[in-house]
């Protein structure tokens, strides 16, 4: 059972738009920045957000993110198939002094 | 450019200790002001923070693995460690080595290594 809830799986077609969720609380989320990552089967998760909206250098801007009180959402806009992959969001839980993830969303296009 | 690179026995007994390397390049694990850190992830599943450290100071423990788990820094081999006793089934995973992208930050791991797979089997 994870910290941050995300929704198992989602799909969209390819040029779509999709939106991940992910659901905390006032200790984690509701306290502290979120990021997201990407992770490609076999392969080492990849940062795509970071500090709730930020981009690392390389990563398109069809990805965006955002955040409201104890929830927050991973848009991808302009879907490819390349895209297809499990993300996972990740915050600090101020309470635990822990870093928490969510379980992971596999995306389908 | 940095780089990590984590070792370990790939296979460990249950009951046992089990014992990670992660050798960093390209930077002073001493020096720096980041927190170094260790994730696992279990197969099929999802990521699991361990716990972090940063040099000269306490370390940060995932509450449900404190009791077992051991997170140090070697600075003579600026090198990641982490031992994990009494080991069982559920602790297979791959386990990876990351650092965050801002000091002083525990998490928003932008540095990875490539993970090594170790698997609890009698």
């Known amino acids: 059972q994870s910290v941050l809830t995300q929704p198992p799986s989602v799909s969209a077609a390819p040029g779509q738009k999709v939106t991940i969720s992910c659901s905390g609380s006032s200790s984690n989320i509701g306290k502290n920045y979120v990021s997201w990552y990407q992770q490609l089967p076999g392969t080492a998760p990849k940062l795509f957000i970071y500090?709730?909206?930020n981009r690392p250098s390389g990563i398109p801007d069809r990805f965006s993110g955002s955040k409201s009180d104890t929830s927050a959402t991973l848009d991808i806009t302009g879907l490819q198939t390349g895209d297809e992959a499990d993300y996972y969001c990740g915050t600090w839980d101020s309470s635990l002094s822990a870093v928490v993830f969510g379980g992971g969303t596999k995306l389908t296009v | 450019q940095l780089q990590l690179q984590e070792s370990g026995p790939g296979l460990v007994k249950p009951s046992e200790t089990l014992s990670l390397t992660c050798t960093v390049s390209?930077?002073?694990?001493?020096?720096?002001?980041?927190?170094w850190g260790w994730t696992r992830q279990s197969p099929g599943k999802g990521l699991e923070w361990i716990a972090s450290?940063?040099?000269?100071?306490?370390?940060y423990y995932n509450p449900s693995l404190k009791s077992r788990a051991t997170i140090s820094v070697d600075t003579s081999k600026n090198q990641l460690s982490l031992k994990l006793n009494s080991v069982t089934v559920a602790d297979t995973a791959v386990y990876y080595c990351?650092?965050?992208?801002?000091?002083?930050?525990?998490?928003?791991?932008?540095?990875w290594g490539q993970g090594t797979m170790v698997t609890v089997s009698s």
């Open positions: 990351a650092r965050p992208c801002r000091g002083g930050r525990h998490d928003a791991f932008d540095i």
């Open positions: 500090d709730n909206n």
């Open positions: 450290i940063r040099y000269g100071e306490d370390a």
């Open positions: 390209g930077d002073s694990i001493s020096s720096s002001s980041y927190f």
